[in-house]
T-cell receptor, first 113, second 113 residues
Framework: NAGVTQTPKFQVLKTGQSMTLQCAQD?????MYWYRQDPGMGLRLIYY???????DKGEVPNGYNVSRLNKREFSLRLESAAPSQTSVYFC????????????FGPGTRLLVL | DQQVKQNSPSLSVQEGRISILNCDYT??????FLWYKKYPAEGPTFLIS?????DKNEDGRFTVFLNKSAKHLSLHIVPSQPGDSAVYFC????????????FGAGTTVTVRA
């Protein structure tokens, strides 16, 4: 039981490049989330998926797209990376939307030059 | 506009003493509060939570206190141990925001031997 896994662990991009961050959970959770963590800002919600087949914007969705591929997987795509997207990205899952506990992956550190 | 605020970026405490972490919030609709702990290069892990209908919740060395009239909660760690050195995030949710979590900026705790 790996919990929540994320790939890659670290990525360097040039401005304008695109990439997809992958997330998978093996806890049979219905809800999944993408956050970014920046110094002094805590964790901010980018997008979430309350259940398979649905996605909704969070607090900071601009510049990102998501896909809930199936119940296990939730990917985050940067179509044209910008230096302002340099951050640490965390994926999380919970049993249900509003589930009292969210379980987080280890994070992806992204540097956009 | 941050609805959850942790005004102390850091806290240093001697091993064996009490650590007190504070969190203030502005949204009176928050109905559930959580504390997460994060080690470097890892994702946040759930620590303890409290419902808005309670004013105290205890789990081993960790106790969370909620003062709804002051819109303030605190986390007490007694006694503090070196393994408690981490970043602690306060988070809150409300049904009116689709149960999405709002996080504070975090407090870095260092436990000195």
């Amino acid at each position: 039981n790996a919990g929540v896994t994320q790939t890659p662990k670290f990525q360097v991009l040039k401005t304008g490049q695109s990439m997809t961050l992958q997330c998978a959970q093996d806890m049979n959770h219905n809800s999944m989330y993408w956050y970014r963590q920046d110094p002094g800002m805590g964790l901010r919600l980018i997008y979430y998926s309350a259940s398979e087949g649905t996605t909704d914007k969070g607090e900071v969705p601009n510049g990102y797209n998501v896909s809930r591929l199936n119940k296990r997987e939730f990917s985050l795509r940067l179509e044209s990376a910008a230096p302002s997207q340099t951050s640490v990205y965390f994926c999380a899952s919970s049993e249900a939307n509003g589930g009292e506990t969210q379980y987080f992956g280890p994070g992806t550190r992204l540097l956009v030059l | 506009d941050q609805q959850v605020k942790q005004n102390s970026p850091s806290l240093s405490v001697q091993e064996g003493r009490i650590s007190i972490l504070n969190c203030d919030y502005t949204n009176s609709m928050f109905d559930y509060f959580l504390w997460y702990k994060k080690y470097p290069a890892e994702g946040p892990t759930f620590l303890i939570s409290i419902s808005s209908i309670k004013d105290k919740n205890e789990d081993g060395r960790f106790t969370v206190f909620l003062n709804k009239s002051a819109k303030h909660l605190s986390l007490h760690i007694v006694p503090s141990q070196p393994g408690d050195s981490a970043v602690y995030f306060c988070a809150a949710r409300t049904r009116s925001n689709d149960y999405k979590l709002s996080f504070g900026a975090g407090t870095t705790v260092t436990v000195r031997a």
